[in-house]
Structure formats: structure tokens, C-alpha cells
């Protein structure tokens, strides 16, 4: 290859090319906002435009509060939707702390086992222990139909583990050696030199366990016999994809649609999760990258 010559992804795109990926991506952002914004129109619709429009309303032209009033005056959402902040609060707080220790730990090549430990760490992102098996161990812990049962067996993350651990390998060495000499030990210097260097990894850790804390229900499903404990993805599975009537999670007969309140339901849960994001989005990309270069 001539020097003049530079690789495609260089040159710079003609403007047939440029209008052509303009239209593409708009295309691509309609497509994924459309649903949401059809949650959202029906869940603020009444009930003659929500058949008039056969269940699904983009704009609604009368919007009314029904729907969120009889939701939350029902109890049940409300109570789901506190136990879903505390167990996402809580489970992210205690992920992230954990991971960080056994990341940095693991990160220290004068560290005894340490390889041994990161293999085994490894192993479990391959070969699943199974359903049975985890749901005995929960069991034999004493954690059943507790909250605890709502964290602990998500705690930490092999893959979160390998990001933050290749991370903390890429720093220099030499700082750390020299905070050493100057008689700092391994918390000091991991609170006082590693964390501040690692605020993007971390975001983004943190950001994938609330995520994971947020959304999930399969823990609840199994070692929660208590209705009254579920967290709110369980909520919508058991009101929304099962069918079953709303009336025991509104309190009385709904004073709005089935619909809307369903759709009340989604938007509840999606909006919460949604306000965290763009405070995180500005460290996504180059936390990965970082915390994946190498190691």
C-alpha cells in the first residue's frame, strides 16, 4: 500500500454515504422509541380511545391520571416498587464493594492463589451449577423467603470481575509501588490511588449490577414464597404477562382501563432505571475499553 493511501475506515464518507447512514440510524431510533412511546400514550389513554385504537395509543388527545392513581392507591405496586429500589440499592452497593476487593486482590501477582481463585471464578461463567442445586445451597443457608435471598446469589459477577481486575492490572505499577515505600498499605492505596482512577470502570460495573438488581425476578421466583415480598418485575409477570386481574393489586374494582393500567405497571418499572442511565452513559464506552484492553 502507497503512502498516500490511507485504510477505508479513514476516508471520509461521501455524502450519498452520509445521508444514507443518517437515514438508516433515524429509521433505527423510530423503531425502538415507537413502543415506548405506545406505553406510554396508553397508559394516560381512556377507555373509549384504547378501543377505538384497538389497545394501543400513540397520543392520547384526553390524557388522564387514572391509571397511575389507581396503581399506586392499590398497594402493591408501591410496596414492589420499594422493595425493588432496596434490594437494586443494596445488592449494588454490596456487589460493587465485594468485586472491587476481589478484583484488586486478584489483580496483585504476589498474591498467593490468586490465578487458582480467578480460574475457578472463570469456571462458573461456563458450567452452571443448576436450579436445583443453587436452590438447595439457599436453603441450607437460611435464607429462604428473606431478602437476602434477593442479593447473595447474584453478589458478583465473573464478568464484571474480569473487567475490573484487567483494569486494575493496566495501572502503573510504579505508583503503587511508591505509595508502598512511603508505608501505604493495600486499603490506602486502594482508596486513595486505585478507586479515583477507576471512576469510569466503576460506573459501569455498578450500572450493569443495578441493571441486573432491577430487572431481576427469577431469584424471587424461586426462593420468595411470600407474595407480599416480591420485588416489581414479578409484579408485572404476575399482572401483565400472566393476564390475571388487577383488582388485588389496585385494591378495589380499577376506575381505569385493564390497559392502561398495565401499561401504568411498564412505565413504572422502565422509568426509574432509565433516570440512572444518562448520569453512567458518559462513562460506558470508555470504562469497557478500558477495563478489556488487556489482562
Not at 428473606?146 to 447473595?152: E, H, Q
Request: hydrophobic share 55%; net charge positive.
Amino acid at each position: 500500500m502507497r503512502a498516500s493511501e490511507r485504510p477505508a475506515w479513514m476516508e471520509r464518507p461521501s455524502k450519498l454515504g452520509a445521508g444514507l447512514k443518517a437515514v438508516i440510524i433515524t429509521a433505527i431510533t423510530l423503531l425502538v422509541i415507537y413502543p415506548f412511546v405506545g406505553v406510554i400514550g396508553t397508559s394516560f389513554s381512556s377507555e373509549s380511545e384504547i378501543a377505538r385504537s384497538g389497545g394501543f395509543v400513540l397520543l392520547p388527545t384526553a390524557p388522564q391520571l387514572d391509571a397511575y392513581r389507581a396503581v399506586f392507591d392499590g398497594g402493591t405496586v408501591t410496596r414492589a416498587l420499594l422493595i425493588s429500589v432496596l434490594v437494586t440499592g443494596v445488592g449494588t452497593l454490596a456487589s460493587v464493594t465485594v468485586t472491587i476487593c476481589m478484583a484488586y486482590g486478584l489483580s496483585r501477582r504476589e498474591v498467593t492463589g490468586s490465578k487458582w481463585i480467578l480460574m475457578i471464578a472463570l469456571f462458573t461463567m461456563l458450567f452452571n451449577p443448576g436450579i436445583i442445586a443453587n436452590f438447595l445451597l439457599v436453603n441450607q443457608l437460611g435464607l429462604l423467603n428473606s431478602f437476602g435471598a434477593l442479593v447473595l446469589p447474584s453478589l458478583v459477577s465473573a464478568f464484571n470481575l474480569v473487567v475490573l481486575r484487567s483494569f486494575f492490572m493496566n495501572l502503573p505499577g510504579e505508583l503503587l509501588e511508591s505509595a508502598r515505600m512511603d508505608g501505604a498499605g493495600d486499603l490506602r492505596i486502594l482508596a486513595r490511588i486505585v478507586l479515583p482512577l477507576s471512576k469510569a470502570v466503576i460506573a459501569v460495573v455498578s450500572l450493569f449490577y443495578a441493571v441486573a438488581y432491577w430487572n431481576n425476578f427469577f431469584n424471587a421466583l424461586l426462593y420468595i414464597d411470600d407474595s407480599d415480598r416480591h420485588p416489581l418485575p414479578n409484579i408485572l409477570r404476575t399482572f401483565i404477562l400472566q393476564g390475571r386481574t388487577l383488582e388485588s393489586a389496585v385494591g378495589t374494582e380499577a376506575p381505569a382501563p385493564v390497559q392502561a393500567i398495565q401499561m401504568a405497571v411498564l412505565v413504572v418499572a422502565i422509568v426509574p432505571i432509565l433516570l440512572v442511565y444518562p448520569f453512567l452513559q458518559r462513562y460506558f464506552t470508555k470504562g469497557v475499553l478500558t477495563g478489556a484492553i488487556k489482562g
